[in-house]
């Protein structure tokens, strides 16, 4: 399978709707702020917006309110996989994207057979805070060379100049949060990441 390059992380409903008219084709609700029936509206609202234009939606952590909401992927991190009923996740038909950052994490990841595998931060994020040090562009080829045809999707410290660098090295997509969120003109932004990224699209 493959996935459309760009990929943007964005906390609220609000921010999928503003991007949208941008054309995006992929977005990840990542909304550690709701809990409880809040959430799950939001999950809920998120998924039908993203149906209606056409988004995939991937719902970050909250993988029983994807279900729930009928959302098409959910990503897991490690911490994530300990307590996600994944036979669940997969009986209801949603894909899964799992977060690796050593080797252990990798093999880990690859034994749930994973719709795509993220290595990061391949660059310092100021997302959250990281326990492992920045991976490096060059580590992306090792990922790559190890999952195949498994889709590989940089994150951290991910710009549109820093981009092609991942591309080269193997990702098939990068996901970012503060490229486009935090620009002046976050429309503008994430249409150039668009027109950047057209061709890297299979």
């Not at 994944?86 to 719709?115: C, M, N, Q």
């Not at 040090?133 to 060059?138: D, N, R, T």
């Not at 951290?156 to 080269?168: D, V, Y």
Request: aromatic share 6%; proline share 6%.
């Amino acid at each position: 399978m493959t996935l459309d390059p760009f990929y943007p992380i964005v906390e609220d409903l609000g921010w999928i709707k503003r991007l949208a008219p941008s054309g995006i084709r992929l977005i990840q609700l990542r909304n550690k702020a709701l809990q409880g029936t809040g959430l799950n509206r939001e999950i809920h609202d998120a998924t039908a917006f993203c149906r209606a234009q056409g988004i995939i939606l991937v719902i970050n952590d909250y993988w029983q309110a994807a279900i729930d909401a009928g959302a098409p992927w959910v990503h897991l991190g490690q911490g994530d996989l300990d307590s996600a009923d994944v036979k669940t996740i997969r009986k209801h038909g949603l894909k899964i994207g799992i977060s690796t950052h050593d080797d252990a994490e990798l093999e880990r990841a690859l034994s749930f057979k994973p719709d795509y595998v993220a290595l990061g931060p391949v660059w310092p994020t100021i997302l959250k805070a990281m326990p492992f040090a920045p991976q490096g562009v060059a580590k992306l080829t090792t990922w790559k060379q190890r999952i195949g045809k498994v889709p590989l999707v940089a994150i951290g410290g991910i710009t549109l100049e820093r981009a092609p660098g991942c591309f080269a090295a193997g990702a098939d997509c990068v996901a970012l949060v503060n490229d486009v969120t935090g620009a002046p003109d976050p429309q503008a932004r994430a249409r150039a990441w668009m027109e950047a990224t057209r061709s890297h699209t299979a």
